[in-house]
Nanobody, 127 residues
Framework: QVQLVESGGGSVQAGGSLRLSCVAS????????MGWFRQGPGKEREGVAV????????YYADSVKGRFTISRDDAKNTLYLEMNSLEPEDTAMYYC????????????????????WGQGTQVTVSS
């Protein structure tokens, strides 16, 4: 029932900015956290940022702290990831994710915690 559709990816030069959007539908009270994962070429999936659906609580990967900001607009059912000071290392497919109570356990950056995944949007940063 939950559907996540990402947009906003593209190609930018190092130091540039980009804002990703995720339109969510079918999210219920059993959803506690939503966020963004990414997977670069030849790399494992990595948690980028996760935000609570109920309180102003968020988690960030050390590599993006101070550069990326996750936010949500409940009225628009949309999740955002504002990315500033982009680096070539940020090049990856970015996925919007949503959890569901009872689906899985683990730390915030554990992929198995999240039941629902979008199709992804590509971000490419050139130097």
């Amino acid at each position: 029932q939950v559907q996540l559709v990402e947009s906003g990816g593209g190609s930018v030069q190092a130091g540039g900015s980009l804002r990703l959007s995720c339109v969510a539908s079918g999210v219920t009270d059993s959803t506690y956290y939503m966020g963004w994962f990414r997977q670069g070429p030849g790399k494992e999936r990595e948690g980028v940022a996760v935000i609570s659906t109920r309180v102003p609580q968020a988690y960030y990967a050390d590599s993006v702290k101070g550069r990326f900001t996750i936010s949500r607009d409940d009225a628009k059912n949309t999740l955002y990831l504002e990315m500033n000071s982009l680096e070539p290392e940020d090049t990856a497919m970015y996925y919007c994710v949503a959890d569901q109570l009872g689906h899985g356990t683990g730390s915030w950056d554990t992929p198995a915690r999240f039941k629902h995944w979008g199709q992804g949007t590509q971000v490419t940063v050139s130097s």
